[in-house]
């Protein structure tokens, strides 16, 4: 382990120009990539600590499953096409393809969009139904957990906008590349997140 | 001490980070309001964290007024008093120590001491601080709400924060959890700056072993701030649900002046446990950058290198992780597992070892050395003392036998504030004399400075051993007035008159402190370059003050550690991180020019 090595160091017996071990081969990476994987690291915390909370009230008397309402399915697949599509920009953008890399682009972001809007309209039939967060706490962490989720994405469509300005106004395809790998990795957490939480609510 | 042959060093990748292309200001207002300048930003959050931790001063001198003259001052009610409690405390630990700490130390020592022109994600940086002033000026807006703001102490259990017999139930318990959101997201974005300008911003031969102390302080405890503060985040979601929505993930059923509210089934402890989950964290997101910072004013001010180095970088990683396992000590009296109190005793007396093995090293790394009794110095010898005592007292009360006897008495007040209220505070003091020539170009009064120490120093173990005491004698903490309570002697009441006085003596002195601080900003003697003669990178630029993009034209090259102190046959005592090393050195006569200051291990 590289870090072992950095933190063995004995700093008081070299003196010159020397590399950390554990800054690997001087291969460039722009921070951004470090700065979006703490921010991961974050926002695993938070979806992790919201479903401990899940599983600790769960176990008191007055939880009444919620039955999911079937939109949430659609939601889902268009939730992993929007993946796809962003994945396959990515793919694009390696080749040089502008025109795929707007391709997907566009088509990743308008279904994270319909995903958003499908998501208030599983709220609106839950609550046309009188499911509302207060009478069951079941329903109260539904609308919590996929609220947190939805701003979530949210987040990475403002992310997604500037990667869209950037496009727009000819940025050179090696420098958009980044940018739009950024935004596949992240919709790519938020999925992951997605099937977890939905697997939790659905089995529970 | 070896040196790497200066072929070998060519050999290395040019830089680490390509020279980046800074944001250049164009007006005023971008360089001085929203300025995306790491040193500005710095400044800035000093400044506000500064200016609400005098509102908090204010608050404890009022609650002090209460609780040694109860009858005198008809204008603190009850359901004030709370309020100051609550606003104090949260204003103290979360608005002044974590934001000063991080968003203002580490935004002007990281970029400074790794090497940096700036932080990577400047615009990130500025958006950082413009939130948490918001959240700062939120916090002060539930002043005039109505109701005003909240009083269910720092802690804000459920349900008594939203229930209507607290102070502050109709609005002031919202915008407090609201502030509190704003305030992670405006520190997540800057502590993302923090981690990462570690990481992959540090110069040419800028190892992460040759970084000082205080960067691997302020560096875990961002990290430790990222992985906790989602915790209150998500008690504070949820809480703010249960107040405004009517869920209730916390509230239990209950009764309220006879009626049955609408909660039913919450679980009040799980509060308790997402907020100590971040709770006792933060009391390390405090105290490292202190532990940290205090290593390098003894080593600057003691000419000598800090003893221990690895140790002293492992301890402080050894405490970060540490410091996830013991949250539940604070909740030995809350009805949970008495197996759980067994173990979170145990992880907490665990933590003692390292934080002891750094005591020993500040010790020894003073042994021996040529201690000058500067103003940094005498601050940073305050913390060692101040911080074993306080240290001590945790001691006791991670024992679940003696807490539970002590929990909730004004012993425990006594500690918290020894340990982490006046400890760091004597370091953000030393720092601040430390580097204000830095930030400023001026020192600042020197018999004010020792006036200031002496009566902080004196004054906080005059006014917090006392308090000590009166937990002992079964003193509750949070009472607005004891009333005829049989247990606690008339000699109370006498201890806490002479406890409020010497509160407003050691008050008085930061006033002092202040005014020094405004008044060398204009006219204090003019600083030379290096007035501390230091190694290390941040007073090595090429202009003090620092100026935008902190180094001239080429990046410093770091040929050595930050503990470079007491070296034999160079011209002076020390070496600087950027002094190329002499050509006696590089060809192999190295061991007179510069021996190992440390024997190998």
């Given at each position: ?90 793919v ?5 393809d ?19 809007v499908?998501q ?8 046309a ?63 992951a ?12 | 001490?070896?040196?790497v ?92 120590l ?62 008594q924060?939203i ?36 990481l ?5 031969g ?7 102390l ?91 290198h800090?003893?221990?180095y ?26 949970m ?10 992880t ?8 002891a ?19 940094p ?83 906080a ?14 003193v ?23 406890v ?28 030379e370059?290096?007035?501390w ?28 550690w ?40």
């Amino acid at each position: 382990m590289n870090l072992f090595a950095s933190l063995s160091a004995k700093p008081w017996q070299v003196q010159g120009v020397i590399a950390d071990p554990s800054d690997g081969d001087g291969e460039f990476r722009p921070p951004a990539y470090l700065g979006l994987k703490v921010f991961l690291a974050v926002a695993t915390v938070i979806f992790s600590l919201m479903m401990v909370a899940y599983g600790e009230r769960m176990e008191m008397g007055d939880w009444r499953p919620l039955r999911e309402p079937w939109l949430l399915w659609p939601n889902t697949a268009v939730l992993i096409l929007s993946s796809i599509a962003l994945y396959w920009a990515v793919v694009r953008a390696r080749l040089g393809d502008r025109d795929g890399l707007r391709l997907g682009l566009l088509a990743g972001g308008a279904l994270a969009a319909v995903f958003l809007v499908g998501q208030l309209a599983a709220w609106r039939e839950l609550i046309a139904l009188g499911y509302f967060a207060s009478s069951n706490p079941a329903n109260a962490f539904f609308y919590l957990i996929t609220g947190l989720h939805g701003l979530h994405l949210l987040g990475g469509l403002i992310a997604w906008g500037r990667t869209m300005t950037k496009l727009g106004r000819g940025d050179e395809i090696a420098r958009l590349g980044a940018s739009v790998e950024l935004c596949a990795i992240y919709w790519h957490f938020l999925l992951a997140v997605w099937l977890i939480l939905f697997g939790l609510m659905l089995f529970t | 001490m070896a040196t790497v042959a200066p072929a070998e060093a060519e050999a290395l990748p040019p830089a680490e980070v390509e020279d980046v292309e800074l944001y250049h200001s164009k007006s005023w207002v971008t360089k001085y309001v929203f300025s995306q300048d790491a040193k500005v930003i710095a400044v800035q959050y000093s400044v506000t964290a500064g200016a609400i931790g005098l509102v908090a001063l204010v608050l404890s001198w009022l609650m002090r007024l209460q609780l040694g003259f109860p009858d005198l001052f008809a204008f603190i009610d009850p359901t004030d008093y709370y309020q100051f409690i609550t606003m104090h405390g949260m204003i103290m630990v979360i608005y002044l120590l974590t934001a000063l700490f991080l968003g203002g130390f580490g935004n002007y020592l990281i970029p400074l001491m790794v090497g940096a022109r700036d932080m990577v994600f400047p615009y990130l940086n500025m958006l950082s601080y413009w939130i948490y002033l918001a959240a700062v000026l939120l916090l002060l807006a539930s002043w005039f709400v109505p109701g005003g703001p909240t009083g269910a102490g720092w802690t804000l259990y459920p349900p008594q924060a939203i229930l209507s017999g607290t102070p502050g139930s109709d609005s002031g318990i919202i915008i407090m959890l609201v502030s509190l959101a704003l305030f992670i997201i405006g520190f997540t974005m800057g502590g993302l700056n923090y981690v990462v300008t570690v990481l992959q911003a540090r110069t040419r031969g800028m190892t992460l072993m040759r970084m000082p102390l205080t960067v691997w302080g302020i560096f875990t405890a961002t990290v430790l701030a990222l992985l906790a503060f989602p915790a209150l985040f998500v008690g504070a979601v949820m809480m703010t649900l249960d107040s405004l929505l009517g869920t209730s993930f916390f509230m239990p059923s209950i009764v309220e002046f006879g009626e049955y509210l609408e909660y039913g089934g919450g679980s009040p402890i799980l509060f308790q446990h997402l907020f100590w989950f971040f709770g006792h964290p933060e009391v390390y997101i405090v105290a490292l950058p202190a532990f940290g910072i205090v290593s390098d004013l003894l080593s600057v001010h003691a000419r000598r290198h800090i003893f221990g180095y690895r140790m002293m970088v492992w301890a402080i990683v050894i405490i970060g992780a540490l410091s996830f396992v013991v949250w539940a000590h604070h909740m030995y009296v809350s009805g949970m597992n008495p197996w759980f109190g067994f173990f979170f005793a145990t992880t907490t007396l665990i933590i003692a070892v390292p934080t002891a093995l750094k005591v020993y090293n500040w010790t020894l790394t003073l042994w021996k050395a040529n201690i000058q009794f500067t103003l940094p110095m005498l601050f940073a010898i305050g913390f060692i003392v101040t911080f074993v005592n306080g240290g001590i007292t945790g001691l006791f009360l991670g024992n679940v036998v003696v807490d539970v006897p002590l929990s909730d008495t004004m012993f425990v007040v006594a500690h918290f504030h020894m340990v982490m209220g006046v400890a760091p505070l004597l370091v953000i003091f030393g720092a601040i004399y430390h580097w204000y020539p830095l930030i400023t170009g001026r020192m600042l009064h020197e018999g004010m400075g020792r006036f200031h120490f002496w009566v902080t120093f004196v004054g906080a173990y005059i006014i917090f051993f006392p308090i000590h005491y009166l937990g002992f004698l079964g003193v509750p903490r949070r009472y607005y007035e004891m009333g005829e309570t049989s247990f606690i002697p008339a000699s109370a009441d006498t201890l806490n008159a002479f406890v409020t006085v010497a509160a407003l003596i050691v008050g008085f002195a930061q006033l002092v402190f202040l005014y020094n601080m405004i008044r060398s900003a204009s006219s204090g003697k003019i600083a030379e370059h290096n007035p501390w003669r230091a190694v290390s990178l941040e007073w090595q630029t090429p202009e003090m003050p620092p100026a935008h993009g902190n180094w001239g034209p080429e990046l410093p090259v770091v040929y050595r550690w930050a503990y470079a102190y007491g070296v034999p046959g160079a011209a002076e005592d020390f070496v600087a991180q950027d002094a190329p090393p002499t050509l006696a050195a590089a060809s192999g006569d190295d061991d007179r020019q510069e021996p190992s200051p440390q024997p190998a291990e």
